[in-house]
């Protein structure tokens, strides 16, 4: 991909949700999602989109969020930033093994792992364990709650998921080329009610 991929995440799925009880976490379905990446080399830039498969956050008797699982359907990359033909190619490059090899590795996923305060009502550390191309790494990013819907920006390092086209820390000599290897992904999620 490239430098920075910002993906703003809104997920989406249908809302369903069960109750805490005597203490029990309380799970709620993502209503509405969208996840949109922005990417960065040396020479420019690309943005777009991807889907959810399916989301859920936790949270307990408070509604303090303490955790949540999400599924992206990798093979739904799409760009926003070009038409027709370069759409196209740049599509199909990224779902290629060159980057996310969708035909094995249709599917990435987050699950979050520890979620504490950052004292302040609706702001949150987390730390996730992230799975891309079948390789997990944890992740730790910022969490604030705007409206009841969650937003975050994660900073992750593709060379870790062994996505290698264009990176420097693969390749020698590469130029303008050079497509960095941290990418950014933005969130924003929408819980069921």
């Keep these: 991909m490239t430098k920075i991929i910002s993906i703003a995440l809104l997920l989406v799925g249908m809302s369903t949700?069960?109750?805490?009880?005597?203490?029990?976490?309380?799970?709620?379905?993502?209503?509405?999602?969208?996840?949109?990446?922005?990417?960065y080399k040396?020479?420019?830039?690309?943005?777009?989109?991807?889907?959810?498969t399916s989301g859920m956050l936790q949270y307990d008797e408070a509604g303090a969020l303490?955790?949540?699982?999400?599924?992206?359907?990798?093979?739904?990359?799409?760009?926003?930033?070009?038409?027709?033909?370069?759409k196209g190619k740049l599509e199909g490059h990224l779902k290629s093994d060159d980057f996310f090899g969708v035909e094995t590795n249709p599917t990435a996923a987050l699950e979050i792992?520890?979620?504490?305060?950052?004292?302040?009502?609706?702001?949150?550390?987390?730390?996730?364990?992230?799975?891309?191309?079948?390789?997990?790494?944890p992740?730790?990013?910022?969490?604030?709650?705007?409206?009841?819907?969650?937003?975050?920006?994660?900073?992750?390092?593709?060379?870790?998921?062994?996505?290698?086209?264009?990176?420097?820390?693969f390749f020698e000599k590469l130029g303008d080329n050079t497509i960095y290897d941290e990418f950014e992904i933005s969130v924003y999620l929408q819980p069921a009610k």
């Design 17 to 39: 949700a069960s109750f805490a009880h005597n203490g029990d976490p309380v799970n709620k379905e993502i209503a509405s999602s969208e996840i949109t990446w922005k990417g």
């Design 42 to 52: 040396v020479a420019g830039n690309h943005a777009g989109t991807v889907d959810l």
């Design 66 to 86: 303490i955790g949540g699982n999400f599924v992206l359907d990798m093979t739904s990359i799409a760009c926003t930033d070009l038409e027709g033909e370069y």
């Design 113 to 137: 792992t520890k979620v504490a305060s950052r004292g302040k009502d609706g702001e949150y550390k987390v730390v996730a364990d992230l799975t891309i191309k079948g390789k997990t790494n």
């Design 139 to 169: 992740v730790k990013f910022n969490v604030r709650t705007s409206n009841g819907a969650h937003i975050a920006q994660i900073t992750v390092d593709r060379s870790e998921y062994d996505v290698r086209y264009g990176s420097g820390s």
